[in-house]
């Protein structure tokens, strides 16, 4: 993936959220495992730990569509206390879409380093500089932001609330840690067109397919 700009995986990541509500369950299916194997197999306990995180709210959609979906009785035995079959579906479904989300996002958080992910973003933001927007600062947040909560990964949660008291300090100046950011911005290459033409393209196969 480094290969390609920073800037082309994230416009690819989010296209691709725009895409998921089209993409059928056999696909999702298929998605979530090719994104998942990698890494479950060189960053197994990031991923199980945001699955972990994930998890009240995945079963959250199953139950909500469950419950709230009219259809038949999944257990007919509860009678009109009985979860849908229908909600049960479109709940799953639900979930398989977020997981297909969180599997692609979690690959992409770790295979490119933090400082390429803000390279990318800043490249993506230059545009509104044209409307007055800081794009410095906004890139300085972000980048302080991500600095502290990784600091507070590797410490630990028993310094869980130290972080976002030195964050605070950095964001309105009076921390006493004086911090250089220097991003490498570069610029689309061949690589980059090429990958966000065809992505335009299945883009654009899936939205007809929606619409038909």
């Not at 690819?12 to 495992?33: D, G, K, M, N």
């Not at 194997?37 to 199980?48: E, G, I, K």
């Not at 390429?116 to 230059?126: D, N, P, Q, W």
Request: proline letters at 4%; a positive charge; aromatic letters at 10%.
């Amino acid at each position: 993936m480094n290969c390609l700009h920073p800037a082309s995986l994230i416009l690819i990541w989010l296209a691709f959220a725009f895409c998921v509500p089209w993409l059928r369950p056999a696909e999702l299916s298929a998605i979530v495992f090719l994104f998942s194997l990698p890494l479950l197999l060189r960053h197994s306990a990031q991923y199980l730990k945001l699955l972990r995180r994930s998890r009240w709210l995945l079963i959250s959609l199953i139950l909500v569509y469950a419950f709230v979906t009219p259809g038949v009785a999944a257990i007919p035995v509860l009678g009109a206390y009985s979860p849908s079959r229908e909600g049960l579906l479109s709940g799953g479904l639900q979930a398989l879409r977020l997981l297909a989300l969180l599997a692609t996002l979690a690959l992409l958080l770790a295979t490119t380093s933090r400082d390429r992910i803000l390279a990318g973003l800043y490249f993506l933001l230059r545009p509104f500089i044209l409307i007055g927007v800081d794009v410095d600062r906004v890139a300085a947040r972000i980048w302080l932001t991500l600095h502290y909560a990784e600091k507070t990964g590797h410490a630990g949660s028993r310094r869980s609330g130290e972080w976002r008291e030195r964050l605070r300090a950095a964001l309105h100046g009076s921390g006493h840690e004086m911090t250089s950011i220097e991003l490498e911005i570069g610029s689309l290459s061949w690589s980059d067109c090429a990958a966000l033409f065809c992505f335009a393209l299945v883009f654009g196969l899936l939205l007809a397919r929606g619409a038909t």
